[in-house]
């Protein structure tokens, strides 16, 4: 059983930065595929960025690219989102996720992801 425990959300202007840690616990870490998401109040859930097992693939939504980095240290059994060029539309509540299959390339979708933190607030203010 994998846990994952979401750090680093909080308050920040636009046009700032902010990054994310997740880290991880149990199961099989360095052979899952892991992602973040991010939830408004009424919205579904939002595939930000994708890292598969070895850390040579990643995926972005077309909304962060090009000012968010996915990352993943197996050693550590970390993987991390650093956020640049913060929105107030990137406002929400971000979720790490691990993939329910191991050796698989990067999902984007929720339900190929089995394992969920709790969820960090980032809030950007404009």
């Known amino acids: 059983q994998v846990q994952l425990v979401e750090s680093g959300g909080g308050l920040v202007q636009a046009g700032g930065s902010l990054r994310l840690s997740c880290a991880a616990s149990g199961g099989t870490f360095s052979r899952n595929a892991m992602g973040w998401f991010r939830q408004t109040p009424g919205k579904e859930r939002e595939f930000v960025a994708a890292i598969n097992w070895r850390g040579d693939n990643t995926e972005y939504a077309d909304s962060v690219k090009g000012r968010f980095t996915i990352s993943r240290d197996n050693a550590k059994n970390a993987v991390d989102l650093q956020m640049n060029k913060l929105k107030p539309e990137d406002t929400a509540v971000y979720y790490c996720?691990?993939?329910?299959?191991?050796?698989?390339?990067?999902?984007?979708?929720?339900?190929?992801?089995?394992?969920w933190g709790q969820g960090t607030q980032v809030t950007v203010s404009s």
């Open positions: 996720a691990a993939d329910s299959r191991i050796f698989r390339l990067s999902p984007k979708r929720p339900d190929d992801y089995g394992y």
